[in-house]
């Protein structure tokens, strides 16, 4: 397994925002896999197994559809 890209989220409080979240990344263009550890009130780590590089402003991009913001 060569792991994937490794994202904060931050506002996601609930699974649903997972779904969503995980729903929007799945998107991507060669996305193969979406993890997400949910940490309510904190950041959470998505991880993203994909077959290509993916950029952090579609990543980003991808998020805020979901309605979330990539932790800085
Ligand atoms: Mo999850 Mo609901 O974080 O508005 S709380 S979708």
Do not use: I, K, N, W
């Not at 996601?12 to 996305?31: I, K, N, Q, W």
């Not at 077959?51 to 990539?70: H, I």
Request: charged residues 20%; hydrophobic residues 45%; negative net charge.
């Amino acid at each position: 397994d060569r792991g994937g890209q490794s994202f904060e989220v931050a506002g996601m409080t609930c699974e649903h925002c997972v779904m969503s979240v995980t729903e929007e990344l799945s998107a991507l263009d060669g996305v193969e896999a979406v993890s997400v550890d949910l940490r309510p009130g904190a950041a959470s780590t998505v991880v993203v197994t994909a077959t290509r590089a993916l950029t952090g402003a579609e990543v980003e991009a991808a998020v805020e559809d979901a309605g979330y913001t990539l932790a800085r």
